[in-house]
């Protein structure tokens, strides 16, 4: 392939931090108009690499070059970039909730008559931008809080469309939508690849990975081990070039036996989200929670956790009848939720892994308001070793590891107060395979100690393979209980639209 034919080029980049050789003379390239998968495990340099791209980072003045459409560039900010073509779609979308679809994709740059903003100019160009991407049904002039997550990727799209970019980069943008959602953003990237767009897609989900894309990278500790055209590869041989080794069946499920019931909920009911929630929990069990987005997963846990208001029903923990009106409740009761955003709900990210680890069991075990410094560090260091948590020092600030260990700090918070009934929600959301497989060990570990678990998830193999039996949620209401033998991805799909 002749040079003009590549979008991006990277040759031999390299990236240096304070004591850390974040990139080691890395290559990437990437054709015109495909879809490329940038894949490896967290700490491989995925995001370094994307950031010298975008910008955010310069690369170490010695290393090589970056070239975009055959011509060689220097990119030193996020202006430099979208001046080149280039746009990012995170995970996280930088946009603003309270305004509208209009505003956010001119945010910045609203055009103007006679020194004030025209309005009508504005939602008029607006609606021509989402027809050319056939989202006739988003409407220009909707508060962007009042769209589905699908939409509001797609106006994170358009915004960057908006800017004449013809490299787009996709950072996990399906991480929490459910499989329609996916369907429907993987649709709208074939149609960018048709009219000559370049995607460059980051995904933990190799599945998706080999739905949608044409070729893809594998980035290891920093390095570049290779590249694929997805039709000449398997995923296992994939997984072997991310991990350095194979890693055999990633869904880590042992056959243990069940227990006593633990955990009954009887027509629990709570706002719009919760209406007559009726399931049992045994000990060695999990019970898996399947539904749609927006259909009230989360909210029945956050009920029964006491996060939100119980308008009515009945929760028995042990076969006694437990009042549940706060959070404290529940964790008297041997309850610990395990959140869907680890990092806003289940972390303080400021704070060492030691002061993470101990942050439930200081409440209870102070004596007079004085904390035990040594019982919390032999706790943390129990946990460290336990779990596997990779972390320099039980000091070093939790902001600091890995999406996986941070994982594995919130679940030792728990175990540092006994709890005996554990909620998963989308706990493995940016985890990366090795990561992942060591939760779900650990997930059998606690089930061999007469431990329950309450495990959501959007990702229908995961729930398939971890699960002893699916729940399914629809509006607010569970529509099926399935076996795992019974359980298949089309009769939960079929469920969670009833």
């Known amino acids: 392939m002749s040079q003009e034919e590549y979008a991006v080029e990277m040759e031999n980049i390299t990236k240096t931090f304070p004591g850390v050789k974040a990139l080691d003379q890395v290559n990437f390239k990437v054709k015109k108009g495909e879809i490329h998968g940038l894949v490896g495990e967290n700490g491989a340099g995925k995001s370094t690499l994307l950031k010298i791209l975008m910008g955010v980072h310069q690369k170490d003045s010695e290393s090589g070059d970056i070239l975009l459409n055959g011509k060689k560039v220097e990119i030193n900010n996020p202006i430099m970039a979208e001046e080149h073509g280039l746009a990012a779609v995170y995970q996280h979308m930088m946009l603003a909730p309270k305004l509208s679809v209009a505003e956010n994709i001119f945010l910045g740059q609203q055009p103007t008559k006679n020194g004030i903003v025209n309005w009508e100019y504005m939602y008029q160009e ?10 006739d049904e988003i409407n220009p002039r909707a508060r962007l809080d009042t769209l589905t997550n699908v939409q509001q990727e797609m106006v994170a799209i358009s915004k960057a469309i908006s800017h004449e970019a013809n490299i787009l980069i996709f950072d996990e943008p399906t991480a929490l939508l459910a499989e ?59 997984i072997t070039m991310m991990v350095g080794r194979e890693i055999g ?5 042992e056959e243990i036996e069940k227990g006593e019931k633990i955990l009954e909920v009887n027509n629990l009911n709570s706002g719009k989200n919760v209406k007559n929630a009726s399931f049992e929990l045994h000990k060695g069990e999990v019970l898996g929670f399947f539904g ?24 028995k923990i042990n076969q006694k009848e437990i009042k549940i ?20 709900q289940g972390l303080a990210l400021p704070l060492s892994v030691q002061d993470n680890c101990t942050l439930v069991s200081s409440i209870y075990s102070s004596n007079l308001g004085v904390l035990d410094k040594k019982k919390e560090e032999k706790e ?46 989308e706990s493995t959301v940016g985890i990366d395979i090795g990561a992942k497989k060591e939760i779900y060990k650990l997930m059998a570990d606690l089930l061999k100690n007469d431990k329950a678990i309450i495990f959501i998830s959007s990702y229908l193999p995961e729930l398939l393979g971890v699960c002893d039996r699916i729940a399914v949620i629809s509006e607010g209401e569970i529509t099926g209980i399935l076996d795992r033998e019974e359980a298949t991805e089309e009769k939960l799909l079929q469920l969670a639209t009833v």
């Open 249 to 253: 069946d990633l869904y880590y499920k």
């Open 292 to 315: 749609l987005i927006g259909a009230g997963r989360t909210e029945l846990l956050r009920t029964i956790f006491g996060a939100d208001k119980i308008d009515s029903g009945e929760i």
């Open 180 to 238: 329609k959602e996916t369907e429907e953003l993987h649709d709208t990237m074939l149609d960018l690849r048709e009219k000559g767009v370049s995607i460059i897609y980051v995904n933990h989900r190799l599945d998706e990975v080999f739905e949608v894309c044409d070729r893809v990278t594998v980035l290891r500790d920093g390095k570049y081990i290779g590249s694929r055209e997805i039709s000449e590869v398997k995923e296992d041989d994939l």
């Open 126 to 135: 607006t609606a021509k931008l989402l027809k050319s991407l056939d989202l």
């Open 325 to 344: 009106r706060k959070p404290i409740d529940s964790i008297k009761a041997g309850i610990g939720l395990i959140p869907e955003d680890r990092q806003k």
């Open 380 to 425: 943390t260091k129990r946990n460290v070793d336990e779990l596997n948590i990779k972390t320099p020092s039980i000091r070093q600030k939790v902001k600091f590891l890995s999406g996986g260990n941070q994982q594995k700090v919130v679940i030792a918070k728990w175990l540092n107060v006994d709890a005996s009934i554990l909620f998963f929600d």
